[in-house]
């Protein structure tokens, strides 16, 4: 038997109106907007018994005699039933609450309000009440799970909230419904329902479909829906037996499915079509009470029958209403709406504005013919019905037949496969970062580093209210908003703003360019029709908006039309700083709540690239987009739902690194950050700090917090993590300074060199850690990431701890670090030499300037003369092995281009000058950088380096300069030298006074015999005093520490005589030297006695350890 729809009767005022049934259904009670409640022995009763509860009354529940109503005085009352006497207030909200239900032992009433609020009291003790916060705006409906484990909630903010009662956590939440900023704009009040004995199933009206989450697993199990429902569903209800659902729609539609088999039993039409707003099953009939938007009673009996047979009420129910005029009595108009079903349906399904996140998706699984797409999705057992229904085609004998056919027919079961897999997620729909939801009346349109843009929508004005956070780049403004813009953006240079288009007005982009130096500062650029602005953002001197119709229109700042591209997919949100434009789009359809979003990444300057080409965009399992943008140094950062900030590493292939979770900041878990700004330099994250909901309100004015940044790396609680964190933190933050440097921006340099100490301070840290560790080979993965003074400490850290064999591994990779550095030298000096062959400088020019360098910085440190001699001494063991330097031999002497090192400024460069009275120095590339590192070098590397020269230790190979191919014109006058013994007479003969940084004569010696220094003689002669007073120097680096110590601790006349003393000598011998010049067997002789020299000098050393010193005099000898 079909439903039979019983007349319906007045109850209540036009209004919102609900209904329940008592505990054994021997009354059915409703209640008004008129504030009463009413309760009817059965829909016949012509004087129901009234109680008056308040103003308006918009939800009542009725459990083991107590009646609970939600009243326009924002309380939950209690009455006692079905007398109707007040027992009490049970709570009481700041506005009205929307629903209120019982659970299913009575003990416990749950109530939504307007204030976000969800709130479970205890009825019999009002003061046992917990409170749910986490909804962005007013609540709609709430449900009990029948084992009082769950709670479940409908809001305006667009989602549906599954709350574990016993911690007052959100279980799962679920983006389902459509936003709006209050319950009377709600295209649907959402009251959804857990099935009444197992709770298994949760029933939530999404759109014209019915949606069943699976409990604890919260999967979508099945979707329901009917081609007649054309216009949302209201309300829904279980059976007692939870084999039915029925459910009520806008359009005045009651429609019941058989769950399991998922087949549709009942369809019933309103009489007036109105919507249907309140739905109660009865606790033991088959009876369902209903209610209507104007305050009708309606109710239907023989809903299904006992043994579930399907019914064909569809059948008899289209018939009469084509037929036998059952309902409005107007054949025309009834023929009409049954053949407009299918159009209104398709319609309803492809129109873009109103459409629910969950609709959006179904447009993409179903396919594209609407009636086609139901009928095989949802409705397959359907079929012979529909075409009746639907078709005019046959005569009235074949409707009978069929419907004679169709009354025999079996149960049939769906035809459509169970499917376990995994279910495509909503699309996020485009935002505008720091914007709150466009439902609000009062809302942030943006909150970024340059200010706040306000918008104001109320009944009696609509305005926008800018703001600068620097006053001195502009005035806040205030400006009126008529034509309804909804996104907006902020610069230094302008404000831009957008709006959608309407019937009328096409979708617009407005610009008010207050930077301009002319007096028109506003334009305006109209989109084409059926184009939409999305997204907008502002760059230096540029504008960019992204539209429905997947374009991308730039924008010129002062209104000059530029490039348009499409893009992959459906915008998402777009960012703007500088030259980059950050974009992020729909790649695909993600699945389990997974979004599958991508980026591009484009450079909008005079040389346009794409660095980033719609890579995928990282985000955290079952999150969305929140905020994209970038740093105020220009780093694009985002940041997810569950609070994770992440930024893009330049130096690693442009990956995404996370550097903060604003989650591990917040108090409760229903509290959150609402980004507005991140900065690298100082390290900051600004945002504002959210108590139970994802965005701030504009009044009062939200105040700023500041977070730290932390990377997510292991055992932070350890030295060793927090020391690893920092270093990297480090390195990731001061990325950007590379990038300004690539693309010639200005920045400080003192802000990179600093952190380049603090990181090479963190990496000795952890080094010192690993040696006490005794983890040499962590020693040494430290030791690569550090520059070369770094590893120069390093290596005297590990000998003094007496891991020799560590500061043998360091002194090699010193080696290898200096020749890097050296290559690198080299490459840039031929870079610099090509630019100038490419002038007109000619090439005795550029060694006058070199030469002029060299002099510059013989000069500079000539003031005291220890360590103008030590350096001098240091610099020539260095010198002496260029294979460039002039031999005595060669027969290219003559022709070598050689400059005068003198004092006096510019000199004849052709000039061949004595080298008996004027020292003299072949040029080439290397001079320069010798001399431009002299400097830095310390004055205790100096002797123990001269020392390991004149031995030829191999550790100081690497750093001898290298000869270059680009020194083509100077190699033409040199000869390599091809054998040791040329190597020496080189070394005898090549003058050097123009290297020597001191003027004095005596420095024209050579090498081997080279006049001691003041110094020098006072060494030997305390050299014993010092050893005995120190007999724990045993390196000769320490015991020239502590001479020069004691040397300089002596009196200027003291030292200005051995300084003499020293000089005196010098000049003897230097005249000796110079009339032995020319004599072959002088070189003889010198090799004789160097040697005997060499034996000498061991003894001074007092039993060293030759190879461990070598070692260490290589990163002592290249400290920078």
């Known amino acids: 038997m079909p439903a039979t729809q019983m007349p319906m009767r007045y109850g209540h005022p036009e209004g919102h109106t609900d209904v329940c049934f008592d505990d ?8 008004g907007s008129d504030g009463d409640v009413r309760i009817w022995k059965d829909l016949n009763d012509d004087d129901p018994k009234s109680i008056n509860v308040g103003e308006r009354a918009y939800s009542c529940a009725l459990k083991k005699g107590k009646l609970v109503t939600s009243v326009s005085n924002n309380t939950i009352q209690v009455h006692t039933f079905p007398n109707g006497v007040p027992d009490g207030i049970l709570t009481r909200f700041t506005t009205n609450a929307n629903h209120v239900v019982f659970n299913r032992d009575g003990t416990k009433i749950a109530a939504g309000s307007g204030d976000f609020m969800v709130k479970v009291v205890d009825v019999m003790d009002s003061s046992q009440q917990k409170s749910f916060r986490g909804h962005d705006a007013p609540v709609l409906s709430v449900s009990f799970d029948p084992k009082d484990i769950f709670l479940a909630s409908a809001s305006c903010d667009g989602s549906v909230k599954v709350w574990q009662i016993s911690d007052q956590t959100c279980a799962i939440s679920w983006p389902l419904l459509q936003k709006c900023n209050d319950v009377v704009n709600a295209k649907s009040i ?22 069943l989450y699976r409990r604890e697993t919260w999967r979508n199990e099945l ?7 054309t216009l949302p569903l209201n309300v829904v209800t279980w059976s007692p037996c939870e084999k039915y659902l029925a459910a009520g729609s806008l359009n005045g539609y009651i429609v019941v499915w058989n769950v399991e088999t998922r087949d549709c039993m009942e369809r019933v039409k309103h009489e007036k079509g109105y919507t249907i707003c309140g739905l109660a ?16 009673l309606g109710l239907l009996e023989n809903v299904c029958d006992t043994n579930g047979t399907k019914s064909n009420s569809k059948v008899s129910g289209m018939r009469n209403k084509v037929y036998t005029d059952l309902f409005d009595g107007d054949d025309d108009s009834d023929n009409d709406d049954s053949d407009d079903f299918l159009n209104k349906n398709t319609e309803f399904q492809l129109t873009p504005k109103g459409r629910t996140n969950y609709e959006d998706d179904e447009d993409d699984l179903m396919l594209a013919s609407g009636y086609s797409r139901h009928r095989n999705h949802i409705l397959e057992d359907d079929d012979n019905s529909t075409e009746i229904a639907l078709t005019g085609k046959h005569t009235h004998g074949e409707k009978e037949e069929k419907d004679e056919s169709i009354h025999a027919l079996p149960l049939t079961v769906s035809q459509r496969p169970n499917y376990d897999g995994p279910m495509p997620s909503p699309q996020q729909k485009p935002f505008q970062s720091g914007s709150t939801p466009l439902y609000l009346t009062h809302r942030f349109m943006v909150w970024n580093s340059i200010g706040i843009i306000r918008c104001y929508n109320d009944d009696q004005d609509s305005a926008i209210d800018v703001e600068f956070h620097d006053t001195s780049i502009h005035h806040a403004t205030h400006l009126s908003n008529t034509l309804n813009y909804t996104i907006a953006d902020l610069s230094h240079e302008a404000v831009l703003f957008a709006c959608e288009s309407t019937t009328e007005l096409a979708s617009k982009l407005h610009c008010l360019h207050f930077s301009s130096w002319d007096s028109s500062k506003e334009w305006t650029v109209d989109m084409p029709p059926n184009e939409d602005i999305v997204a907008i953002c502002l760059g230096q001197g540029w504008a960019a908006s992204a539209t429905s119709a997947l374009l991308l229109r730039i924008f010129s700042i002062g209104g000059v039309q530029k490039e348009v591209f499409s893009l992959p997919g459906p915008v998402v949100s777009m960012a703007g700083h500088g030259e980059q434009l950050l974009i992020a789009f729909h790649r695909g359809t993600g699945f389990d709540g997974d979004q599958c979003l991508g980026i591009h990444l484009l450079e909008l300057g005079k040389k346009k690239k794409q660095i980033l080409h719609g890579d995928p965009l990282p985000l955290t399992r079952k999150s969305y987009l929140t905020w994209v943008g970038f740093s105020a140094e220009g780093s694009p950062c985002y940041v997810d739902s569950e609070g994770i900030v992440r930024m893009l590493n330049r130096k690693l292939g442009n990956t995404w690194t996370p550097i903060c979770n604003t989650k591990e900041h917040c108090k409760g878990k229903s509290d959150h950050y609402w980004v507005v700004g991140i900065h690298e330099n100082p390290q900051q994250l600004r945002c504002i700090p959210c108590k139970g909901s994802r965005f701030p309100p504009t009044l009062p004015r939200p105040a700023v917090a500041i977070l730290s940044f932390q990377l997510p790396y292991c055992q932070l609680a350890t030295e060793k993590g927090q020391m690893e964190e920092q270093f990297w933190r480090s390195v990731i933050f001061h990325n950007h300074l590379d990038y300004l440097a690539e693309n010639s921006y200005e920045y400080e340099e003192s802000t990179k060199n600093q952190a380049i100490k603090e990181q090479q301070e963190l990496l000795m840290k952890m080094f010192a850690l690993s040696c006490k560790l005794e983890r040499d080979f962590r020693c040494m993965e430290l030791a690569e990431l550090m520059t070369q003074n770094a590893v120069n400490l390093a290596i005297k850290y590990a000998s003094r701890s007496r891991r020799l064999v560590l500061a043998q591994k360091l002194s090699e990779l010193a080696v290898e670090k200096a020749t890097e550095l050296a290559a690198s030298l080299n490459e840039e000096e031929e870079d610099f030499r090509n630019k100038l062959k490419t002038s007109s400088t000619t090439d005795w020019s ?3 300037i070199v030469n002029h360098k060299i002099e510059e910085n013989n000069s500079e440190d000539s003031e005291e003369a220890n360590e103008i001699e030590v350096k001098a001494d240091l610099h020539k063991n260095r010198f002496r092995q260029n294979p460039f330097c002039k031999n005595e031999n060669s027969a290219d002497g003559p022709a070598i281009k050689s400059v005068p090192s003198s004092h006096q400024g510019r000199v004849n460069p052709f000039k061949v000058s004595d080298s008996s009275k004027e020292s003299t120095i072949s040029i080439n590339s290397t001079a320069s950088n010798i001399l431009d590192n002299m400097k830095k070098l310390s004055k205790k590397s100096a002797e123990p380096n001269r020392i390991a020269n004149k031995e030829k230790s191999p550790v100081l190979k690497p750093l001898i300069p290298k000869p270059k191919s680009k020194q083509v014109p100077a190699t033409n006058f040199f000869q390599a030298c091809t054998s ?10 090549n003058p050097e006074n123009t290297l020597s940084e001191s003027p004095a004569p005596s420095a024209q010696n050579i090498e081997n015999e080279r006049p001691k220094t003041g110094f020098q003689m006072w060494l030997e002669e305390n050299r014993s005093d010092i050893l005995t007073d120190h007999p724990h120097l045993s390196q000769e680096p320490d015991i020239i520490k502590e001479g020069m110590n004691r040397f300089r601790m002596l009196s200027d006349e003291e030292r200005k005589a051995w300084t003499n003393k020293a000089k005196g000598g010098a000049t003897n011998e230097a005249e000796t030297k110079k009339r032995k010049h020319p004599s072959n067997d002088n070189t003889k002789q010198r090799e004789q006695e160097k040697p005997k020299e060499n034996l000498k000098l061991s003894k001074k050393r007092k039993h060293l350890d030759i190879s461990i010193n070598q070692k260490l005099l290589a990163f002592a000898f290249k400290k920078d």
Do not use: M
């Open 24 to 31: 054994f259904g021997s009354c059915i009670v409703t209640c």
């Open 190 to 211: 959402c009251r959804l329902a857990w099935q009444p004995k197992s709770g298994k199933l949760l029933a939530i009206p999404v759109g014209n479909t019915i949606k």
């Open 223 to 229: 979707d329901l829906s009917d081609n007649f429902i």
């Open 281 to 296: 099953w009865h606790p033991t009939s088959r009876q369902i009470a209903y209610t209507d938007a104007e305050g009708n």
């Open 846 to 848: 550029q060694h006058r």
């Open 980 to 989: 040791q013994t040329d190597k020496i007479v080189e070394e005898k003969e």
